[in-house]
């Protein structure tokens, strides 16, 4: 998945506990994405960003924070995972231009009980 | 807000024929659109990207059209094979310049044997 790597791939939490989700890629590619798909609602980007430590909120992004300390990594974390934030998570890098051309990891299978 | 539609959530076709995929758009005209393709269990796979100006691409037995007036992209694959079997996204950007990515719920085409 064009050098990608989302971890872990499947996790089953419990509500109110801190959860993280990292996402991998060796292509050095500038920007990083994650996104939630949920059934009839589609692909929903949660937080994007654009390079180190240069990050911006989605559509989504309550409940949701992420870091980026290195170019190859991206950190989403749940402070306080609900059951609205079972889901599926993926991460997406681009590399010429913002939005265009996304190469999506294999996704983390999240579920809050 | 801006929208993204796609009309069929299945749609089911003989091996050999042309399958025709649509998505529709509201509001603000967007400067491209973008096609993927996502297996089950997978993350979405870029297909094709096509701008405003551009009346059609192609790519391989695959192909797109982008209609601005009837606010419009139609996806076309030929001779389609079993293979071809999976779900297509389209998606667009909030608006120009900005760092949303609008993704359509898909259609699931199946190519029966």
């Known amino acids: 998945d064009a050098g990608i790597t989302q971890s872990p791939r499947h996790k089953v939490t419990e509500t109110g506990t801190p959860v993280t989700l990292r996402c991998h890629q060796t292509?050095?590619?500038?920007?990083m994405y994650w996104y939630r798909q949920d059934p009839g609602h589609g692909l929903r980007l949660i937080h994007y960003s654009y390079g180190v430590k240069d990050t911006d909120k989605g559509e989504v992004s309550d409940g949701y924070s992420v870091s980026r300390s290195k170019t190859e990594d991206f950190l989403l974390t749940l402070e306080s995972a609900t059951s609205s934030q079972t889901s599926v998570y993926f991460c997406?890098?681009?590399?010429?231009?913002?939005?265009?051309?996304?190469?999506f990891g294999s996704g983390t299978q999240l579920s809050v009980l | 807000s801006q929208k993204i539609e796609q009309n069929s959530e299945a749609l089911n076709i003989q091996e050999g024929k042309t399958a025709t995929l649509t998505c529709n758009y509201t509001?603000?005209?967007?400067?491209?659109l973008q096609w993927y393709r996502q297996d089950p269990g997978r993350g979405p796979v870029f297909l094709l990207l096509?701008?405003?100006?551009?009346k059609e691409k192609r790519k391989e037995r695959l192909k797109v059209t982008f209609d601005t007036t009837l606010k419009q992209s139609l996806f076309h694959i030929t001779a389609s094979q079993p293979a071809d079997s999976a779900t297509y996204l389209c998606?667009?950007?909030?608006?120009?310049?900005?760092?949303?990515?609008?993704f359509g719920t898909g259609t699931r085409l199946t190519v029966i044997p």
């Open positions: 292509e050095n590619h500038r920007y």
């Open positions: 997406a890098i681009s590399a010429d231009r913002p939005n265009e051309k996304l190469f």
């Open positions: 509001n603000y005209s967007p400067a491209y």
């Open positions: 998606a667009r950007e909030e608006q120009t310049g900005a760092n949303n990515l609008f």
């Open positions: 096509i701008r405003e100006n551009e």
